[in-house]
């Protein structure tokens, strides 16, 4: 056997010998990422509601104590969730689970990769624990995704070891222009790169604030190096589709199903509308009879400060 | 014969783009099956890797299930990665309740047998058909919350198995020993994901398998 990488360690400088391999690597991380697209990850707060995601046909659900539109009415400080209640998460479901750690917070990112957790979604849902940096995700064994509005706010998470992306919508409202414009802008951005000249490529990751090298990288294949999701503000199988669409690769929905007036059935209709986005006939067919969405708040009527999308920098 | 065989990639859920670039690479002419129609068209057939659960619950929803199992026992040639090896499973272990297979493979599949994600792992892998011929190369192998084969029947060739012992000689704690490469008559399967490691050769022989049959 020509097996010279069995004995090498992870980033995190912890033993590989337990592993047939090497865990942890760029590959790996982003490979999960790969693994998820077409499909749908949604936002649990029970254990129940966990079964019913899995049930429903989730690719993976996000643990968390609060969905975003309670932690908007409620307000106070958002942290990471109760261990006990992760535990409760990832007993109870086979499917990959995701749990957020508060911008800049890597201790909590720490503690949730001991929980098991598949990815950690460094999250402007949760209140910042650092104005100035986010976590140095390259440091740990266990993937991060990352929201992003634009393409050097994505290019910069992908820099700190970021291996998927979700464009930003403003989580907890159940309206989906924020993230339409995030998903647009990001889209429009990986266009105007791939026109450009590469001697142009210089200023361009000066003014998207991004390495060089992957700026020309992203100018080369007309994409971003790691998967692309979107998230916030999604509440029908419509607003699904819409986002596959204009590009996603797959969807995060947080309050809009367990707010909604039948979780059940909207969970099934919104992972049906995301594997036929393009398909107007089926969209039709699984949004009927599925009771109220939740009650939606309209993002311009939100003041700016309690505007998640606009933090993380 | 065909020369490049049309092969379909199950396009539910999952890494698809992936095995589309990878059956391009290795001569084939791939093609996205949603539906039936789709389904009918092709000389083979790909099930990506993905979420297993989900591609079952959409399959069972778009009718695609008692197609793709006809299909199976008709002759067609599938290879599938990681999700697709457990739904190529007669039998699996640690799946959710309800969960059901396509079957065909006469193997007993373990559902995320080596972990969690932070157990994902790459290695280069000796796989038979790959590595053992001439000039050839181990293969790197990308496990992500992979299953492995706990058994298998009288029929099926086994391609591929963790290693006892790491080259230092220390051993594998997980997995040691397990099967994670199969073929059963025209049925393929991996626990690894070829398709994002920009190594075409798994692709070639399911290609090579399929201008057999073709």
């Known amino acids: 056997m020509t097996n010279e990488n069995l004995n090498t360690t992870a980033p995190s400088g912890a033993p590989a010998e337990a592993s047939a391999g090497v865990v942890g690597t760029a590959r790996v991380k982003r490979g999960m990422a790969e693994m998820l697209k077409g499909g749908v990850i949604m936002d649990v707060v029970t254990p129940e509601q966990a079964k019913i995601a899995e049930d429903a046909g989730a690719v993976a659900v996000m643990a968390l104590e609060r969905v975003p539109a309670d932690i908007r009415a409620q307000g106070g400080v958002a942290r990471m969730s109760d261990p006990d209640m992760i535990d409760g998460i990832v007993e109870a479901v086979s499917i990959p689970v995701m749990a957020k750690a508060r911008i800049g917070h890597f201790v909590e990112a720490q503690v949730l990769e001991a929980l098991g957790v598949d990815y950690i979604d460094e999250?402007?849902?949760?209140?910042?624990?650092?104005?100035?940096?986010?976590?140095?995700?390259?440091?740990?064994?266990?993937?991060?995704?990352?929201?992003?509005?634009?393409?050097?706010?994505?290019?910069?998470?992908?820099?700190?070891?970021?291996?998927?992306?979700?464009?930003?919508?403003?989580?907890?409202?159940?309206?989906?222009?924020?993230?339409?414009?995030?998903?647009?802008?990001?889209?429009?951005?990986?266009?105007?790169?791939?026109?450009?000249?590469?001697?142009?490529?210089?200023?361009?990751?000066?003014?998207?604030?991004?390495?060089?090298?992957?700026?020309?990288?992203?100018?080369?294949?007309?994409?971003?190096?790691?998967?692309?999701?979107?998230a916030g503000g999604i509440a029908t199988p419509a607003d699904a589709a819409m986002m596959m669409q204009l590009g996603a690769q797959g969807v995060f929905v947080g309050s809009g199903i367990f707010k909604s007036g039948d979780p059940v059935a909207r969970a099934k209709a919104i992972v049906q509308a995301t594997t036929f986005y393009d398909d107007p006939a089926v969209i039709a067919k699984v949004s009927r009879g599925l009771g109220e969405a939740m009650v939606g708040i309209n993002v311009e009527a939100e003041p700016a400060p309690v505007r998640l999308a606009e933090r993380g920098w | 014969m065909t020369t490049r065989p049309t092969i379909g990639v199950l396009a539910l859920q999952g890494d698809v783009r992936e095995h589309v670039r990878a059956l391009e690479a290795a001569g084939?002419?791939?093609?996205?099956?949603?539906?039936?129609?789709?389904?009918?068209?092709?000389?083979?057939?790909?099930?990506?890797?993905?979420?297993?659960?989900?591609?079952?619950?959409?399959?069972r929803i778009v009718e695609l299930d008692e197609p793709l199992r006809a299909a199976v026992r008709g002759g067609l040639p599938v290879y599938g990665s990681c999700a697709g090896m457990i739904l190529l499973a007669d039998r699996i272990e640690g799946g959710i309740e309800g969960q059901r297979t396509l079957g065909g493979m006469d193997v007993t599949v373990r559902r995320n047998a080596f972990g969690r994600q932070v157990d994902s792992f790459e290695a280069d892998l000796d796989v038979a058909g790959i590595s053992d011929a001439p000039g050839g190369e181990p293969v790197r192998t990308v496990f992500i919350r992979a299953p492995w084969i706990e058994q298998v029947g009288p029929q099926v060739e086994v391609l591929a198995r963790i290693p006892a012992r790491a080259t230092d000689g220390s051993p594998v704690a997980v997995g040691a020993g397990k099967i994670v490469a199969a073929r059963h008559g025209r049925l393929l399967a991996t626990s690894f994901h070829p398709e994002i490691t920009g190594d075409a050769r798994v692709h070639a022989l399911f290609v090579n398998l399929v201008r057999e049959q073709v």
């Open chain 1, 123 to 230: 999250s402007e849902v949760l209140t910042p624990a650092d104005y100035a940096n986010h976590i140095d995700k390259w440091a740990f064994t266990v993937p991060f995704v990352c929201g992003a509005t634009n393409l050097g706010e994505a290019l910069r998470r992908i820099t700190e070891g970021a291996a998927m992306i979700r464009s930003k919508g403003e989580a907890g409202t159940g309206d989906v222009s924020n993230a339409t414009t995030h998903m647009r802008q990001i889209r429009q951005q990986i266009r105007a790169l791939s026109s450009l000249p590469e001697d142009e490529l210089f200023v361009a990751a000066k003014e998207l604030q991004a390495p060089y090298e992957l700026v020309a990288e992203v100018a080369r294949t007309g994409q971003l190096p790691v998967v692309l999701f979107t």
């Open chain 2, 28 to 59: 084939a002419r791939p093609v996205p099956v949603r539906r039936r129609s789709e389904l009918d068209a092709v000389d083979a057939l790909v099930l990506p890797g993905g979420e297993s659960t989900t591609i079952d619950k959409l399959l």
